[in-house]
């Protein structure tokens, strides 16, 4: 079955910036959309980006928008998110999915990995 594994979380402090990482353990290609969501302790899940199976369309949560950028390497099977700027509002446990669409639903999930902000 094929498997997500993020990394790249880590502490940062606010104003700086971490590069998250989606790999996946079988060839997607362009086949499928890619999502990255978060979720803060106590809070519900939310979208922050998704990039669509051909790369050619991506979309921002408004919160993130000019900070984060989404890409991909369909040649690696890895997605990224470059986080800018970050905020302490941004810590969470960020986790990828991919889907068809970035619309949803999403058919598989990686464990999270997970990013404080804080000085």
């Known amino acids: 079955q094929l498997q997500l594994v993020e990394s790249g979380g880590g502490l940062v402090q606010p104003g700086g910036s971490l590069r998250l990482s989606c790999a996946a353990s079988?060839?997607?290609?362009?086949?499928?959309?890619i999502g990255w969501f978060r979720q803060a302790p106590g809070k519900e899940r939310e979208g922050v980006s998704c990039?669509?199976?051909?790369?050619?369309?991506?979309n921002y949560a408004d919160f993130v928008k000019g900070r984060f950028t989404i890409s991909r390497d369909n040649a690696k099977n890895t997605a990224y998110l470059q986080m800018n700027s970050l905020e302490p509002e941004d810590t969470a446990v960020y986790s990828c999915?991919?889907?068809?669409?970035?619309?949803?639903?999403?058919?598989?999930w990686g464990q999270g990995t997970q990013v404080t902000v804080s000085s």
């Open positions: 999915a991919l889907g068809r669409l970035c619309t949803g639903p999403y058919d598989y």
């Open positions: 079988e060839v997607i290609l362009d086949y499928y959309a």
């Open positions: 990039i669509s199976a051909n790369g050619g369309s991506t």
